[in-house]
């Protein structure tokens, strides 16, 4: 049995409900889609006693880059795990109120979180290729969730290769395919891990500081990738890297001790903080 | 020391001096520790050459003992301790590596899996006499199995099964845990991750270790001694017959067991003997060691990182 229990608020899901985010001015937005992706409403998280989000209220938007900022500790990556519920594979975690993903309440009863996992794609810190060739690496979501059962293998290098052109690395290890993809340099794992999301059709991407392990070469390449995977999946970024969050987002939420502060379009958040908070943190006076 | 330089803001002080010596006197004494520990072990195995030369040819392996064990081999020994090895093998290898891919995989922290962790612990330190009463109790006389090769490879079995669960628990653990992390935040299941990524990365460790531990437990006297071993049983001399002389619920020779015999209980036995048979002995775990650790060995170099 999980430890994990989640008790669904749903108080706070009638449409007509006044947003919380008072401070977010939805018209001030530079994007063309305005659909919601993410919808979290009165999220709660507990470690044992220790309350790591506290009423988290927010409205991620479809097709677009939100970047998730804040000092350490401050929640990003607890919010981040919450989206695909792997928090549920961590010990005595619980969470109260709803998250709507693609307007499916992802903690109701009858949500496998395998195909959640599935479509919620997760990026790490840390590159994390499997310790498998390159080629199984792109596969290996396509396997475990039997999608490409019935592909044949000129099928299956198909995706592979769409795949990794689609990140930019067809070009280098197509002549290197079987090799483990633990050789390759970090950089190159990086693209690979997106590259794996990829065949399991993924409808949000989330990247937990996917650039801090990398060079400033290899952040320059990754931000482009990231880049291009704007309006086909919706992207939440956490990011310790100011310098990135304005360079390589639509959106910010400012997080602080497990609370939204702010969530604004990058310029509005960069040039005209609402929060005194925000600014002090943006201008690099703590954290 | 002459007295400090004062053009040198480094200069070497008294107390550099002195902690320069304790150093020195610290490796020394490791050092001379580290030989108090190998020499005996030359000692030992030269010693029991010597006395065993006379004794040692092809036939005194191969050869069945003759003349109430003052002449021909050890063959029915040697094989019936190997036979007790593989056995004890099949018996402990899935229940030591499945419970301790529960423990590393899916067990969470509760007083459950403490109780199971301090009783392996625990279980690590019964004497083997206990085990070998255990097995008597148990085996020969509950499950009805007589004394057999299978009521012995049982209670060697079950003597190893707490320190194959650990060192089961410590292979996995060292599969890092990014890995882990990766395949469950793709949607895949505990069961798929530890069958595609976790045993394929720790299965060398895994089976060197349930192999040098049975093959340790096996050349043990005390847990066949009641549950299987006899002193002497007439097997063929050659074919088929005796290369697997002893069906699972027959008794069996035994080395260690032989050794026991020769050694305090039957008189006018060759000292070389004696000898000899502990030197094949403890041929025999080395050999098995060696096939371990060679079987290690190509496993890495087929590791995926």
Same mark, same amino acid.
């Given at each position: ?287 | ?72 081999? !050890?063959? +029915?020994? =040697?094989? @019936? ?11 402990? %290898? &899935? /229940? ?106 720790? !299965?060398? +460790?895994? =089976?060197? @270790? ?11 006297? %005390? &847990? /066949? ?81």
């Amino acid at each position: 049995m999980s430890t994990s229990s989640i008790t669904p608020n749903t108080s706070t899901s009638s449409p007509t409900a006044e947003p919380t985010m008072k401070s977010w001015n939805p018209q001030s937005m530079p994007t063309t889609n305005d659909k919601l992706s993410i919808r979290a409403r009165d999220l709660n998280l507990w470690y044992g006693d220790f309350q790591a989000l506290q009423d988290v209220n927010i409205d991620i938007r479809k097709g677009i880059i939100t970047g998730l900022i804040g000092p350490s500790g401050c929640g990003k990556t607890t919010l981040l795990r919450c989206f695909n519920r792997i928090n549920e594979r961590y010990e005595n975690v619980k969470t109260t109120g709803d998250i709507e993903i693609l307007d499916k309440n992802i903690y109701d009863n009858d949500v496998a979180t395998r195909q959640l996992r599935r479509r919620i794609g997760m990026v790490f810190q840390r590159p994390n290729p499997l310790p498998i060739s390159i080629y199984d690496n792109v596969l290996f979501g396509a396997n475990i969730h039997k999608t490409h059962k019935q592909l044949t293998r000129s099928e299956r290098n198909d995706v592979v290769q769409q795949a990794l052109e689609q990140v930019a690395l067809w070009d280098t290890v197509k002549d290197k395919l079987k090799t483990r993809a633990t050789t390759l340099t970090l950089e190159q794992q990086q693209k690979l891990c997106i590259a794996r999301l990829i065949p399991l059709k993924p409808d949000v991407i989330l990247m937990d500081e996917p650039c801090s392990a990398l060079d400033a070469e290899g952040i320059e390449q990754v931000e482009g990738l990231i880049e291009s995977l704007r309006d086909d999946y919706t992207v939440v970024i956490v990011t310790h890297n100011m310098a990135q969050a304005r360079r390589a987002t639509d959106e910010c939420i400012f997080m602080l001790m497990g609370e939204i502060i702010e969530h604004s379009s990058t310029a509005d958040m960069f040039l005209n903080p609402r929060e005194e908070k925000t600014e002090m943190y943006i201008q690099g006076r703590y954290g | 020391m002459s007295k400090p330089d004062t053009n040198n803001p480094f200069a070497i002080t008294v107390n550099e001096v002195r902690g320069r010596n304790v150093e020195r006197l610290v490796r020394f004494i490791t050092l001379g520790m580290t030989w108090a520990l190998i020499l005996p072990v030359f000692f030992i195995l030269g010693f029991l050459l010597i006395k065993a030369w006379p004794a040692l040819s092809v036939g005194f392996i191969f050869d069945n003992p003759e003349k109430n064990m003052t002449a021909g081999g !050890i063959w +029915g020994p =040697l094989i @019936g301790t190997f036979m007790l090895i593989i056995v004890s093998l099949l018996i402990a %290898a &899935p /229940i030591g590596i499945l419970a301790g891919v529960y423990l590393n995989e899916f067990a969470r922290d509760n007083w459950f899996t403490r109780f199971i962790n301090l009783a392996v612990v625990n279980l690590a330190g019964v004497p083997s006499i206990v085990h070998g009463l255990f097995g008597l109790g148990a085996f020969v006389y509950f499950f009805q199995m007589q004394r057999s090769l299978l009521a012995a490879s049982c209670t060697v079995a079950v003597m190893t099964l707490p320190v194959i669960i650990t060192s089961t628990k410590e292979a996995l653990a060292s599969v890092p845990q990014p890995f882990r992390v990766a395949c469950w935040n793709m949607g895949a299941s505990k069961w798929q991750t530890i069958r595609t990524i976790v045993l394929p990365n720790s !299965i060398s +460790g895994i =089976l060197t @270790g349930v192999i040098l531990q049975v093959a340790r437990a096996a050349g043990e006297t %005390a &847990p /066949i001694l009641f549950t299987g071993a006899m002193i002497s049983s007439r097997i063929a001399d050659s074919g088929w017959a005796a290369m697997v002389p002893y069906g699972l619920e027959d008794r069996f020779m035994a080395l260690s067991y032989h050794l026991y015999i020769i050694s305090t209980q039957w008189q006018n036995v060759p000292e070389s003997f004696k000898f000899g048979t502990a030197i094949v002995m403890i041929g025999l775990v080395i050999a098995v060691n060696s096939f371990s650790i060679g079987f290690r060995i190509y496993l890495r170099s087929r590791k995926k990182w």
